[in-house]
């Protein structure tokens, strides 16, 4: 079976670039800094209008952790009826409980609202209170993919709970590690766990072409404001060519 790659694109220049560096379907977000939140309306409509590889938004209102208020949790069902009106090709969600376990009630509300797309769940499946017994959740909800560093700071240092998972799950469902994936630790990565499908955001810092520079002030919390972050086309293409070899 071919290796596949998903890349975590940040609007839709960087899914574009996705796409021409080779990539099979990108996990549409804005907010790389908080771990993924969901896109606007004009970046997925540029998007599904313009892309060709799959494209997968990712259902998530805010950063934080993923226990949700009656509010977040309708603002995430009105973004899924965009998905759908959108004709995106699925959604990525992830929705604990305060114990660390899955809501699968609110999971299986937002896959009932989304059929016929299918979901995925992301790495709040990392933050969950038994990855074992989560895993056997998803795969019961019918979730296709999953998502997972194996539950720590990077998918090379839980490769092999990522063996175990994939080992767990047996086909019922695509484990995918991602976190920290990049063309220096991916044969190790595969050679522990085994896995055929990854997901990275190849990214890199574009500086910004202002010439003029107010350093009294700042619009947010990050750092250096006169940068941002874009899916980089080599990047891409570099672990293609890795991944197509498997």
């Given at each position: 079976?071919?290796?596949?790659?998903?890349?975590?694109?940040?609007?839709?220049?960087?899914?574009?670039?996705?796409?021409?560096?080779?990539?099979?379907?990108?996990?549409?977000?804005?907010?790389?800094?908080?771990?993924?939140?969901?896109?606007?309306?004009?970046?997925?409509?540029?998007?599904?209008?313009?892309?060709?590889?799959?494209?997968?938004?990712?259902?998530?209102?805010?950063?934080?952790?993923?226990?949700?208020?009656?509010?977040?949790?309708?603002?995430?069902?009105?973004?899924?009826?965009?998905?759908?009106?959108l004709n995106c090709d699925g959604i990525v969600i992830g929705i604990l409980n305060a114990d660390g376990t899955i809501d699968k009630q609110?999971?299986?509300?937002?896959?009932?609202?989304?059929?016929?797309?299918?979901?995925?769940?992301?790495?709040?499946?990392?933050?969950?209170?038994?990855?074992?017994?989560?895993?056997?959740?998803?795969?019961?909800?019918?979730?296709?993919?999953?998502?997972?560093?194996?539950?720590?700071?990077?998918?090379?240092?839980?490769?092999?709970?990522?063996?175990k998972l994939i080992k767990q799950a047996n086909g019922r469902i695509s484990i995918m590690p991602g976190a920290g994936i990049n063309i220096?630790?991916?044969?190790?990565?595969?050679?522990?766990?085994?896995?055929?499908?990854?997901?990275?955001?190849?990214?890199?810092?574009?500086?910004?072409?202002?010439?003029?520079?107010?350093?009294?002030?700042?619009?947010?919390?990050?750092?250096?404001?006169?940068?941002?972050?874009?899916?980089?086309?080599?990047?891409?293409?570099e672990l293609v060519n890795i991944i197509k070899k498997l």
């Amino acid at each position: 079976m071919p290796g596949t790659l998903e890349v975590c694109a940040n609007g839709y220049e960087s899914a574009l670039n996705a796409q021409i560096g080779g990539a099979n379907r990108v996990e549409f977000c804005d907010n790389l800094a908080e771990g993924g939140t969901t896109p606007s309306y004009g970046q997925l409509a540029l998007a599904k209008e313009n892309l060709t590889i799959e494209v997968w938004p990712i259902i998530r209102p805010r950063g934080g952790d993923f226990l949700y208020s009656d509010i977040e949790f309708d603002l995430m069902k009105e973004d899924v009826k965009v998905c759908k009106t959108l004709n995106c090709d699925g959604i990525v969600i992830g929705i604990l409980n305060a114990d660390g376990t899955i809501d699968k009630q609110r999971c299986a509300e937002l896959i009932a609202l989304a059929k016929p797309l299918p979901v995925s769940f992301h790495r709040a499946f990392d933050m969950s209170n038994d990855m074992s017994l989560a895993l056997e959740d998803l795969i019961a909800l019918g979730i296709v993919r999953v998502l997972s560093s194996g539950s720590a700071n990077s998918a090379i240092q839980g490769a092999e709970t990522l063996a175990k998972l994939i080992k767990q799950a047996n086909g019922r469902i695509s484990i995918m590690p991602g976190a920290g994936i990049n063309i220096h630790n991916i044969k190790e990565l595969i050679n522990i766990s085994g896995a055929t499908s990854f997901h990275a955001s190849c990214k890199t810092n574009v500086p910004s072409k202002m010439k003029f520079r107010n350093s009294e002030t700042k619009m947010g919390s990050i750092e250096d404001e006169y940068q941002y972050e874009l899916t980089n086309t080599d990047k891409v293409k570099e672990l293609v060519n890795i991944i197509k070899k498997l």
